[in-house]
């Protein structure tokens, strides 16, 4: 029996159509915008909410419009840009600590619980303007 090899693949077996209408598929070419590196930084550049973020948000009915979204992760970028690991952002009424690195909120506090609140283990602070 004849070695079928396609792509540097040895195949034990012989396709219906045979081997040849196999090396003459081409890869599909998809636009850059939904390439995987593409598709892949963009979910890099996503802020993400740990389990105990999310669960405050949910506890103290915190919703996050589209906007305040874009604002949470331009404040994280500069941060970013400055250097930050973990910092407080001030956004409205409410306050996220955010590791940089991860791009991960750790916790949300809103409303009453700012009121008297030491916050520790950050190295930074970004307080977003209110009229972005």
């Known amino acids: 029996m004849a070695e079928n090899i396609v792509n540097g693949v040895k195949i034990p077996f012989v396709p219906v159509h045979g081997v040849d209408s196999l090396k003459e598929r081409t890869s599909v070419k998809l636009p850059h915008d939904r390439s995987f590196e593409a598709v892949f ?3 890099l550049e996503q ?3 740990s389990k105990h973020a999310q669960q ?3 506890e103290r009915s915190i919703k996050l419009s589209e906007t305040e979204k874009v604002q949470l992760r331009s404040a994280v970028e ?3 840009t400055k250097g930050a690991r973990d910092s407080l952002i001030l956004l409205r009424d409410l306050a996220f600590i955010v590791n940089i690195k991860n791009k991960t909120v750790v916790t949300a506090i809103g409303g009453e619980q700012l009121n008297e609140n030491v916050f520790t283990n950050i190295d930074s602070a970004v307080i977003v303007d209110k009229k972005q």
């Open 41 to 43: 930084r963009k979910e």
């Open 47 to 49: 802020i993400k909410f």
């Open 56 to 58: 405050r948000l949910d």
């Open 78 to 80: 500069k941060a970013e």
